[in-house]
């Protein structure tokens, strides 16, 4: 029995999706422990890529428990969707279980969120606009709503009337915007909870008596390291703990429970939304020119980088090992699942960040200080590239080129920890398993 967590090392859309739909099968139950449906994970069901945005990747293996934890802030609407899909594609959903602790975004969240983004103007979030701030906001104010409060109309009815004494008066007077009464949300609200009421269960125990059991967790992260609200690039980051230590806090385990920590990194870097990205490789419509702006579009076309969630544009740079440091650092990462290697088979060289200058000083940490980060230059180290070799259908690591597994392997040392995964296209058995072990190897 071994209970790993799964977490994103960069910036999110990482590949977490695909490291999860290959390994999840191992699992007796996959949890979600953070965020909400503003990240996706790309799953195979035959021959059929699902889009996951709330769902755990567990859902996809009948004796899998897909649970999603307290720490994640859940649209009702969006899940139902998404259940739907999936049972259209003959995925059953019964064995999911959701935190009754678990937050409730309100449709006056996502007008709140919409509406800041607006009013920041240049300076925005770049937020989904999904409304999973507003609902993290509420739940640090303790005025938000969770499932509990939910399936009792009772309660719901009093925390709604209390929620939109606060918040009505910010949509009418500061943003000119819709109000809401308490019965326009119970209309939509109710029927919700009368569908996935039957799935709310106190998922903190159910899991602690899982492991007492000996039965196998995956805690599945969303979003990545330098999103953490804590950790990352602030503010330029999500509302919730993205690292690993989000998954006791987001599942109600303690941290004693996990045995391993598996991050996932590109093997090039991208970032959707504003902030500071040292290595980006700016397109032309944000102002790159030449080898900068080639590699930047040749990066995105190759490796099809637009939001899983969203459809928006990723912006694209190289292997920053800087931050690949910082997240073994924070995350206390085992293991590292490097993806993507295949898309840099479009280049002759391939550059790698290995420490920062800012004004005269060199930083071989990650600066938290965000003057120092957003001026901060790459300093570059150039490997030998494996230019128009199909690396898709290797399946060990002595198949890769020499030149391919000698950036593999400068990788690992630059960041300091072992990389067990290497993906070599974006299908399940296209990946080479290089020191990952499964229980009872």
């Not at 996809?60 to 859940?74: A, C, L, T």
């Not at 996932?264 to 020119?289: H, L, M, N, W």
């Not at 995350?331 to 790698?352: C, P, Q, R």
């Not at 198949?399 to 392997?409: C, H």
Request: aromatic share 8%.
């Amino acid at each position: 029995m071994t209970n790993t967590v799964l977490v994103g090392a960069q910036w999110g859309d990482e590949g977490k999706g695909k490291i999860t739909d290959l390994i999840a099968a191992d699992y007796d139950y996959v949890v979600r422990y953070q965020g909400g449906n503003n990240a996706g994970h790309t799953v195979i069901h035959g021959d059929t890529k699902l889009a996951l945005h709330l769902m755990p990747s567990g859902v996809m293996y009948e004796d899998s428990v897909p649970v999603i934890g307290n720490g994640v802030v859940v649209d009702p609407g969006v899940l139902i969707k998404e259940m739907a899909m999936l049972e259209t594609e003959g995925v059953s959903c019964k064995n999911l279980k959701i935190s009754c602790d678990a937050h409730v975004i309100m449709p006056y969240h996502k007008d709140l969120d919409g509406a800041d983004e607006k009013r920041l103007g240049q300076n925005k979030i770049g937020t989904t606009k999904r409304g999973i701030g507003p609902c993290y906001q509420d739940k640090a104010a303790r005025r938000g709503i969770r499932f509990q409060d939910l399936l009792d109309e009772k309660i719901f009815r009093l925390k709604i009337e209390t929620a939109l004494s606060q918040v009505n008066p910010i949509l009418k007077k500061i943003y000119g915007l819709h109000t809401y009464t308490v019965e326009e949300i119970c209309e939509e609200y109710l029927p919700y909870a009368r569908i996935l009421g039957q799935y709310v269960t106190e998922t903190a125990q159910l899991l602690n008596d899982a492991h007492r059991a000996g039965k196998s967790i995956l805690f599945e992260g969303a979003q990545g390291t330098l999103l953490d609200i804590d950790h990352g690039t602030y503010p330029y980051v999500t509302s919730s703990s993205c690292c690993a230590g989000g998954a006791a806090t987001g599942s109600g385990v303690g941290p004693k429970v996990i045995d391993r920590i598996l991050g996932i990194q590109k093997a090039y870097v991208t970032r959707v939304g504003s902030g500071p990205f040292p290595t980006e490789q700016r397109f032309p419509e944000d102002g790159g020119t030449g080898e900068e702006a080639q590699t930047g579009e040749l990066l995105c076309a190759a490796g099809h980088e637009f939001g899983v969630t969203t459809g928006r544009k990723r912006r694209c740079g190289w292997f920053d090992a800087v931050i690949g440091r910082y997240a073994v650092e924070v995350n206390s990462l085992t293991d590292i699942a490097l993806t993507k290697l295949d898309v840099l088979s479009e280049f002759d060289t391939i550059k790698v960040c290995v420490a920062y200058e800012c004004n005269g000083k060199r930083y071989d940490y990650f600066p938290m200080q965000q003057s120092v980060l957003f001026h901060a230059k790459p300093i570059y180290e150039e490997l030998p590239g494996w230019k128009g070799v199909d690396i898709t259908g290797c399946r060990t690591f002595e198949e890769l080129p020499a030149t391919a597994q000698a950036y593999v392997k400068h990788l690992e040392e630059l960041v300091g920890a072992r990389i067990s995964i290497v993906a070599v296209g974006p299908d399940r058995d296209q990946t080479i398993m290089r020191g990952w072990y499964r229980d009872g190897e």
